[in-house]
């Protein structure tokens, strides 16, 4: 039988962070139903044979990148081969290719600090958010909430746990009200059992973790994702976010939220009701479910991931996380508990220490110290203009650099 094209329309989506780890698993879900979506814009930091590749592929009406010298050359590949894709250049095109009034759904993927105006121009025109970039929200907390409700935004959460508690959250009341959130009300929950796998170091002698190299690092067990968040994975500072990114995405404080080592990354995470049910949303650990999840919501769509074998799972383990092995993850505790300024000290200051480890400039078990000590020199309080946010994040990346000069000194 011939597929037989169904009477919707398409919806036009935005992809922020394409040539990712992300974006290609959004890609690619996406080419599995074309009858039901149409990318408007392909965006990328530097990696322009990816995304000549990709705007080939999708015909997207925009592609953006960062700096001006790899649109032009971009442009000129496209050009050569009679591509319609329009290249635009800067950050005030990502902006722009989130809140063009043509696009339904944006797919946040940038990793990092730099994914928060764009994230937050998505959120700001009303779009469905599909929020992979957790630094946008670490960062922004409160101000970016209240934009995604100002402004009628659907927000659903891509990160693999966020997105499993959103699935065995309490289902949404039919009360016809438009620009529903992920804040679907808290009715009978008692606590969010927030998964993690552990990383690669959550059986190594504590002594050698002083000696772990960036290539260890990286090689998630069981997930393959961008160098930061491998490195953020490797730290626990991911499940530190992740924490604070729950407590923003279904409004409840740290105290609600358990976090729970469970190796072989088959649970996503777990809700735990009043009743004594506990609900957990299970699955492969391939990032298309969440993302097929967030881009067919209500409905669901086929991802491409494979169905689990239970049999070759054949068992599910859980540990408490050990502080002391991942300080990271006491950090995050502690700085949401100082409020929005630690935050951002605390997502910029590890920003710039993952990048100082990958580069072999610093030690593996010197990103808590370099966090720990930016995180001293941020304010008090939260901020709750976005001036002061970026303001915060500028000054906490420069603590963060004198930090690396000190330490080159000695
Ligand atoms: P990645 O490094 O593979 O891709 C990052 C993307 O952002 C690339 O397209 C890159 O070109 C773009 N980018 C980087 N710096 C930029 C800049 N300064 N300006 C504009 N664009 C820039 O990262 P990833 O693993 O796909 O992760 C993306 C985001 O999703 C991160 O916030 C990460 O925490 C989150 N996330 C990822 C996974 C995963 O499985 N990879 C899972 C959950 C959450
Ligand atoms: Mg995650």
């Not at 814009?41 to 322009?48: F, G, M």
Request: net charge negative; charged share 20%; hydrophobic share 45%.
């Amino acid at each position: 039988m011939k597929p037989v094209k169904p009477l919707q329309t398409l919806k036009n989506i935005t992809i922020l962070g394409a040539t990712g780890s992300i974006g290609a698993s959004t890609l690619d879900v996406l080419a599995r139903h074309p009858y039901q979506f149409r990318v408007f814009a392909l965006t990328a930091n530097r990696n322009i044979e990816r995304l000549f590749e990709q705007c080939q592929q999708f015909q997207p009406d925009y592609a953006v990148v960062v700096d001006e010298a790899s649109a032009e050359q971009l442009a000129g590949l496209l050009r050569d081969i009679g591509s319609p894709t329009e290249v635009l250049a800067g950050r005030q095109a990502l902006e722009e290719v989130s809140a063009h009034a043509s696009v339904d759904y944006v797919m946040a993927a940038i990793v990092g600090a730099a994914g928060l105006l764009p994230t937050l121009a998505a959120a700001r025109a009303g779009k469905r958010v599909l929020l992979a970039n957790k630094e946008a929200l670490v960062m922004s907390g409160q101000l970016f909430m209240d934009a995604v409700h100002q402004h009628g935004a659907e927000l659903l959460p891509i990160d693999s746990e966020h997105n499993a508690i959103f699935q065995c959250m309490p289902a949404a009341k039919a009360d016809g009200q438009s620009g529903e959130t992920v804040q679907r009300g808290l009715a009978g929950v008692e606590r969010i059992l927030l998964t993690a796998s552990g990383g690669p170091f959550r059986e190594w002698p504590l002594a050698d973790l002083s000696e772990v190299t960036p290539e260890q690092a990286v090689a998630h067990p069981n997930w393959e994702m961008g160098r930061k968040i491998s490195v953020d994975s490797a730290t626990l500072m991911n499940k530190g976010l992740e924490v604070i990114e729950a407590c923003w995405l279904f409004g409840v404080s740290t105290a609600k939220i358990e976090v729970v080592v469970h190796p072989q990354s088959t649970i996503h995470s777990m809700v735990s009701y009043n009743d004594g049910s506990v609900l957990a949303q299970m699955g492969n650990p391939d990032m298309r479910t969440p993302i097929a999840y967030g881009l067919g919501w209500p409905e669901r769509l086929t991802s491409g991931v494979k169905p689990l074998d239970l049999f070759a799972v054949a068992r599910l383990d859980f540990e408490r996380p050990d502080l002391e092995r991942f300080p990271c993850l006491r950090l995050a505790y502690e700085a949401h508990a100082l409020g929005g300024y630690a935050t951002i000290a605390l997502n910029a200051a590890n920003e710039v220490a993952v990048q100082a480890f990958l580069n072999r400039s610093i030690a593996f078990m010197d990103i808590p110290c370099l966090i720990a000590d930016v995180m001293q020199s941020a304010q008090t309080g939260t901020p709750n203009q976005l001036e002061e946010i970026i303001i915060q994040d500028e000054d906490s990346r420069q603590a963060a650099s004198f930090w690396l000069n000190k330490k080159k000194m000695h």
